[in-house]
């Protein structure tokens, strides 16, 4: 008997400029492999200028949806049809799925960075400091927030930026939250409970860029996270290790995020493993 032939894939991308070497894609299509999914994750540089056009064209031939990076996670929103809480609250997109004929913004990179933190702590009524306010920031702040955390310091260079977030914190996520200009080496307070580095400080090529941090204030048994995935053993990875501190390195954040993604659009819950040793691979 003839088998019955289905050559027509789902359709799923990456919008981005420049994004020849963002991961995601080996990421993300292990898991469609792992899981038997016919489905593809396509990496596309989108022009500014064309994104608009990029939005029509993933509507028109039916996407699933697509993640959207720099440049194009604020301006995404005026062509989406609504907003899930946290990318409202941020402002924000890096996920859009398709639901029923509307095309959702939402934001994982946060939610990526709470699943990776409750496999060690429950974030409720914990004190955070979080270096950085830049878009990873944000998301990680907000997603805190809504977690249930109960004060995030947060320390920049910049003080505009630090400022803006945490009056963001403050009057959208009504969460207790500080501004700390960023001079010399912090020194990180008794009584907190977790660490974060928001920044791009120490990745590729910069690999062995030093935080302004006196790591002899990173206690044993704190959580100590760094968002930068490549490498994933960073200085500051090393360094909390060493200090006997839990550690999340930004492979957990990025393969989290990642889940929560393909979740959204297959409906399959994809194993983690398997879409975090794709990454190491990409990564050496
Ligand atoms: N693991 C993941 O899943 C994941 C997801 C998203 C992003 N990321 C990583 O997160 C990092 C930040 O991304 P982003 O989108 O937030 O970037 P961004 O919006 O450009 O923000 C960069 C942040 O780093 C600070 N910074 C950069 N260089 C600095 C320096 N030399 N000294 C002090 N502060 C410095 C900036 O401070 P100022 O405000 O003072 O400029 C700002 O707070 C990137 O490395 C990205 O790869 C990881």
């Known amino acids: 008997m003839a088998k019955e032939l289905n050559f027509k894939q789902e359709l799923t991308a990456c919008f ?31 022009d500014p200028s064309d994104l608009g056009d990029a939005v029509r064209g993933a509507r028109a031939m039916g996407f699933a949806g697509f993640n959207c990076t ?3 996670k604020v301006a ?12 409202a609250l941020m402002g924000a997109v890096n996920c859009v799925v398709r639901r029923g004929s509307k095309l959702i913004g939402e934001n994982t990179d946060g939610k ?19 270096f950085g306010a830049g878009g990873a920031a944000r998301a990680i702040g907000v997603e805190l927030a809504l977690a249930g955390v109960t004060h995030i310091t947060v320390v920049n260079r910049s003080a505009k930026r630090g400022e803006e977030l945490v009056e963001l914190l403050a009057n959208k996520a009504k969460m207790a939250t500080e ?30 860029a030093r935080l302004a941090l006196d790591v002899s204030t990173l206690r044993p048994g704190m959580v100590v996270a760094d968002v930068i995935p490549n490498p994933p053993r960073t200085r500051l990875v090393r360094d909390a290790q060493a200090r006997g501190c839990q550690v999340i ?11 929560i993604g393909v979740e959204y659009w297959t409906g399959v819950r994809p194993d983690a493993n398997v879409m975090r040793r794709a990454l190491e691979e990409v990564f050496g």
């Open 249 to 259: 390195d930004g492979l957990g954040m990025l393969v989290n995020q990642g889940v």
């Open 16 to 46: 981005g400029k420049p994004v020849a070497e963002n991961p995601t894609q080996a990421m993300v299509e292990a898991a469609y492999r792992h899981h038997g999914l016919a489905w593809r994750y396509l990496t596309m540089e989108v």
């Open 70 to 72: 720099i440049p194009h």
């Open 179 to 208: 501004f700390v200009p960023w001079r010399s080496d912090y020194r990180v307070p008794e009584g907190i409970d977790v660490f974060v580095n928001a920044t791009s400080i120490g990745l590729y090529p910069d690999v062995d």
């Open 112 to 130: 990526g960075f709470v699943t990776a933190l409750r496999e060690l702590t429950d974030p409720t009524g914990k004190r955070v400091v979080m």
């Open 76 to 87: 995404v929103i005026q062509h989406l049809d609504g907003l899930g809480e946290s990318a």
